[in-house]
């Protein structure tokens, strides 16, 4: 005979898988990088000057490509995002963040699953969300969930 849980059965196990995340791999590397990033004056000083760079291109951008500082600006944009990415403590805490969000995703789409296939979870990660609706053609394909 199946046992029904109750509603602080549910919330306490809820609690213990919490718990559990948080002694993973992925979130204590989430943690650390995450500490050394915000420790890093190298790093928050690039931030705070990527900011600055990005607030003076959404001022322009209003006028679109034809103000004349736009092709400068924009420019200047994209080359401090790409040296923000490869500065080693921001891309070290992007990979710890993309990978606790991914556990995440996956424990997300188990619950989900485990109720109903059919139940349509968004993880931003087209592997998945093409899994989260009836396993297939994925939502807004008309795959095999018959969402339009």
């Known amino acids: ?7 602080t059965e549910i919330i306490t196990d ?10 993973s791999e992925q979130y204590h590397q989430y943690k650390s990088t995450k500490k050394a990033l915000q420790m890093d004056f190298t790093a928050e ?5 990527f900011n600055k760079l990005k ?4 001022e ?3 006028f679109g490509k034809y103000h004349p500082d736009y ?10 995002k790409r040296k923000l990415d490869l500065y080693d403590p921001i891309a070290s805490f992007k ?3 993309k990978q606790l969000e991914e556990l995440l995703n996956e424990i997300s789409l188990m619950i989900a699953h485990a109720v109903s296939d059919k139940i349509k979870v968004p993880t931003g990660n087209p592997f998945f969300d093409s899994m989260s609706c009836g396993g297939g053609g994925g ?10």
């Open 95 to 97: 990979k710890a963040e």
């Open 1 to 7: 005979m199946l046992k029904v849980a109750t509603h």
């Open 45 to 49: 000083e690039m931030i705070w000057e």
């Open 139 to 148: 939502c807004g394909a008309g795959g095999s969930c018959g969402c339009k």
């Open 14 to 23: 809820s609690m213990t898988l919490a718990d559990m995340i948080l002694q």
């Open 55 to 58: 607030d003076k291109f959404e």
């Open 71 to 80: 092709a400068t600006l924009s420019k200047e944009v994209r080359e401090m």
């Open 60 to 62: 322009v951008q209003r």
